[in-house]
């Protein structure tokens, strides 16, 4: 009976929505790229890179009347065709009146100019001039963050009689101080302690786990930037050296194009993703960049020995969960020492872009694995050399784009794509790709179907139609083969994927969006079987998303999925997942309060459904639902002055057809999950 009153009520809200205000979409992009990512590898990140650069331009826009190559890259939603042909209209045209003359230009549409607002602006150009030294470190912001959170059930691990007992108390804590002057100088310095382990005492006397910290400066000149201490790099589409986070497909048809924005600041936790040591970016003549840098970071895995002399040691794999919560996951902390280096060279001039990158990686003990069959192509030893070439070059209303890598051992890769604009309210983009299974990469992000850059062929054609004025679809078919074995998959396959979105701005106040998406691969039929003979799964997803405001002060959201997954010769399973936000954030009050309550039932976890949820600044919650339950949440935002923010989120999980939840160590007696996070943020 709840369950019908409940959509009732839901739906009931979206024929109530003709009368009011707009979302605010800056927070829509960050939540639709993370929801995807999270749904496609299924992995928990930090995503405080990609946040931070939006919060920054969000806070201080930039012009776009005046801005630089460097600095519309570093804004990280443009790709290298939409840049160089901003920066030739200026040109040929002059400065631009309004925002939405972005329209004109080849690359660009209304509706990324309507998101792009919340961003930039359209102002005279400012005139420039030297900044003194002394100014970088006085007149900048700081800004100090403390978190902590912790589930409020007593899992297995924290137990008095676990076997195996966590070392460490079940509360996550998190801690950041940043020092910043605009884009031009950061220096910070972040730690964190995951649930489970110790602080202060033990295996961290000097308090966090894991610390991470920068000095990064960004100026004019010979030496453009510096970065000391940990630092990511991005060159080219990926392929050959991508240190930082890398979304592939997503509904945004025409984003398949990567905006490489070379050396930059690293202010996640993530433990596994960045460079610690040294970098410098060159420019030796205007049209020319040349970065260099030096990795030397700790890694995790467990090391073994060398049956034929006692004193040689070896590692099978490197792990990368990052949790130090027992002997056992201790014994593996910061065991081998990886080493990077090497240098990009670019060059960039008038619409075209050339780039190549050499570097070399070493570990300072051997990696020997005991293969299966899927892994024969894997990296074994203790250094690999990459090297790769990458091109853009945007003529008129169409873009080329494309790199090419080798590894080593000979094993190489490619992708080549294109992104046009047909017709004013039609646009494509296509890429093609081809990852051999021998081609070695540690680091890299480029457009797959898969995690990683190997084994993998595939076609992409992407599309965007604007229907009428305020409507528009992105669709695309992706279609992709695997020509060695795969993790549960014990020969070549194959498969495709199609997505069709479909967003309507009814009016100002009302947004609407339906989207379709099937996915078909091949599988084991079951791990069990000594010889398996994959079969297809098709798994499709049907969702309706519904925006509103009731007036400044009200925000609503509502969302119904249906999942279908078949796995053949097994029936169909199928799972559904309804939802409703509310957030007040009054006008003349310096509070706001966000509520969600979710209902969900899925036959198997296959069918679990992943969405973004509202959580305390820097941290990110995209859970899976999965069985049959419930779910709310409710976070409190509070902006005590304006230096100090305070937040404070519950939320809980309750299972109908569970009696335990989880399993090892995290496993849970009983049937709820609760969790809380409190955080303050203090500016000055």
């Known amino acids: 009976m709840n369950k019908i009153v409940l959509s009732l009520f839901c739906f009931a809200m979206f024929f109530w929505a003709k009368n009011l205000h707009s979302q605010e979409l800056s927070y829509d992009m960050i939540r639709q790229k993370v929801e995807d990512f999270a749904e496609r590898f299924e992995v928990e990140m930090d995503y405080a890179d990609f946040v931070d650069v939006l919060y920054y331009f969000h806070k201080n826009p930039l012009n776009f009347n005046d801005a630089t190559e460097e600095q519309l890259l570093s804004l990280g939603l443009l790709n290298d065709m939409q840049i160089a042909a901003l920066l030739e209209y200026r040109q040929k045209k002059g400065n631009l009146a309004t925002i939405y003359e972005l329209k004109d230009i080849a690359g660009f549409d209304y509706l990324l100019a309507y998101e792009l607002r919340y961003f930039v602006y359209v102002g005279p150009p400012r005139i420039k001039s030297k900044t003194p030294v002394k100014t970088y470190v006085t007149r900048g912001r700081h800004d100090l963050i403390m978190r902590h959170g912790r589930v409020l059930e007593t899992q297995e691990g924290f137990s008095d009689t676990s076997d195996s007992r966590y070392l460490g108390s079940p509360d996550k804590l998190y801690f950041r101080y940043r020092y910043t002057y605009r884009d031009k100088l950061s220096v910070g310095l972040l730690g964190e302690k995951d649930a489970g382990e110790e602080f202060f005492k033990g295996s961290n006397k000097t308090g966090f786990d894991f610390y991470s910290a920068h000095a990064f400066l960004n100026r004019e000149g010979f030496v453009s930037k510096v970065a000391i201490g940990d630092y990511h790099l991005e060159f080219g589409q990926g392929l050959t050296l991508w240190s930082g986070l890398g979304f592939g497909k997503s509904v945004d048809a025409m984003g398949t194009q990567k905006g490489a924005r070379g050396l930059r600041v690293n202010t996640s936790a993530n433990e596994n993703l960045f460079m610690r040591g040294a970098a410098i970016e060159l420019n030796p003549f205007k049209p020319v960049t040349l970065t260099l840098f030096y990795n030397n970071k700790k890694l995790d895995a467990g090391l073994e020995a060398d049956t034929a002399s006692a004193e040689e040691y070896f590692f099978s794999s490197i792990q990368e969960s990052g949790y130090h919560r027992t002997n ?92 046009a604009d047909i017709f004013p309210r039609l646009k494509m983009s296509l890429i093609y790709r081809d990852y051999t299974p021998e081609y070695q990469v540690f680091y890299a992000a480029p457009f797959a179907e898969a995690s990683g850059a190997h084994n993998e062929k595939g076609f992409y054609l992407g599309t965007r139609i604007y229907v009428g004025r305020n409507s528009v679809m992105n669709a695309y078919y992706d279609l992709f083969s695997f020509p060695w074995l795969r993790y549960r998959v014990d020969a070549p396959s194959q498969g495709n994927e199609f997505m069709v979105d479909y967003k309507k701005n009814i009016n100002r106040h009302f947004v609407f969006y339906s989207r379709f998406r099937s996915e078909n691969k091949m599988l084991n039929q079951s791990d069990e079987l000594y010889i398996n003979q994959p079969q297809p799964v098709q798994k499709q997803s049907l969702r309706f998303n519904f925006t509103y405001d009731f007036s400044n002060d009200w925000y609503f959201q509502t969302r119904f999925e249906i999942v279908k997954y078949h796995h053949q010769p097994e029936s169909q399973k199928w799972g559904y997942l309804l939802f409703q936000d509310f957030k007040y954030r009054p006008t003349d009050k310096p509070f706001d309060l966000s509520i969600r309550y979710a209902l969900f039932n899925t036959d198997t976890y296959d069918t679990r459904i992943y969405a973004y949820e509202n959580d305390v600044l820097y941290k990110f919650s995209i859970p899976g639902y999965y069985y049959q339950g419930q779910r709310y949440y409710l976070m409190f935002h509070w902006d005590v002055t304006s230096r100090i923010d305070f937040w404070f989120r519950f939320s809980q999980s309750v299972y109908f057809d569970r009696d335990v939840l989880g399993s090892g160590q995290d496993e849970i007696q009983g049937n709820k999950k609760s969790e809380i996070t409190t955080q303050i943020r203090m500016k000055f």
């Open 328 to 419: 056992n996951e201790l014994s593996k902390e910061n065991s081998i020492t990886e080493q990077l280096f090497g240098g990009h060279l670019k060059y960039s001039k008038n619409g075209l872009v050339l780039g190549a990158t050499l570097y070399k990686t070493i570990f300072d003990k051997p990696l020997i694995k005991d293969v299966s069959l899927y892994q024969i192509h894997d990296f074994q030893g203790d250094n690999n050399l990459n090297a790769g070439v990458n091109f853009s070059w945007q003529m008129k209303r169409i873009g080329l784009f494309g790199e090419m890598a080798m590894s080593q051992n000979g094993g190489v890769a490619g992708l080549a794509g294109m992104v």
